[in-house]
């Protein structure tokens, strides 16, 4: 089955750094999702986006529906500790199942 | 509260066996998933379900086996015939729009 390519794999950051992540698909999508997985624990929905180029913040978290419809850019400004864990992205068409993206793990630099 | 509950969370298993992880949930969701993954790997679909006594293979459904005889249930069985079956395990459910809510796993480990 398709994954979604998302981007960086994995990021080294030191706390109250600015964080960029991105995911690309192949076919379009009308819902992008932002899911996030704390270490040993099932992931939790971030942000939904239903509206290409909508724009949706929650917190210091913003993410973005791309005109396309093939991608969708989630941005963490000042990062905290407990910001560290994998983020996936994930697409869905109508009422499918949901595409996951490969994930992005990010880890905090003492 | 209303929630989604995986049990055990951590199992072993001999060579061989076959073995089930329970995923509970009371949310009232029609739809329920069952995903595998792998250390530092993404998501990988094993079985879902998207009403009850009905469910569909997803990318990596051989060794495994599900059943949906209630709503609020969805079984899986690692079955002897899952060759490499140590991974991390995971739950979801969600009334069919991409907010799913996932279960805290149960990490399966062969011993």
């Known amino acids: 089955g398709q994954q979604l390519n998302q981007s960086p794999q994995s990021m080294f950051i030191q706390e109250g750094e600015d964080v960029s992540m991105n995911c690309t698909s192949s076919s379009i999508f009308n819902t992008w999702l932002w899911y996030k997985q704390d270490p040993g624990e099932g992931p939790v929905l971030l942000i939904a986006?239903?509206?290409?180029?909508e724009l949706t913040s929650n917190g210091r978290l913003t993410a973005q529906f791309g005109i396309t419809r093939k991608d969708s850019f989630l941005n963490i400004s000042a990062s905290i500790p407990s910001d560290v864990g994998i983020y996936f992205c994930a697409g869905q068409f109508g009422n499918e199942k949901l595409t996951f993206g490969t994930g992005t793990r990010l880890t905090i630099i003492p | 509260d209303g929630g989604i509950t995986q049990s055990p969370k951590y199992l072993f298993r001999k060579e061989g066996q076959n073995v089930t992880l329970s995923c509970e949930q009371n949310l009232n969701h029609d739809a329920m998933y069952w995903y595998r993954q792998d250390p530092g790997q993404g998501l990988r679909l094993i079985y879902y379900?998207?009403?009850?006594?009905?469910?569909q293979k997803g990318d990596i459904a051989e060794g495994y086996s599900v059943s949906r005889e209630k709503k609020e249930s969805f079984p899986l069985t690692v079955t002897s015939a899952q060759k490499n079956p140590t991974a991390f395990y995971l739950c979801?459910?969600?009334?069919?729009?991409?907010?799913?809510?996932f279960g805290s796993g149960t990490r399966l480990t062969v011993v």
């Open positions: 979801a459910s969600s009334i069919g729009d991409g907010h799913y809510t």
């Open positions: 379900s998207q009403i009850v006594n009905d469910f």
């Open positions: 986006l239903y509206k290409a180029g």
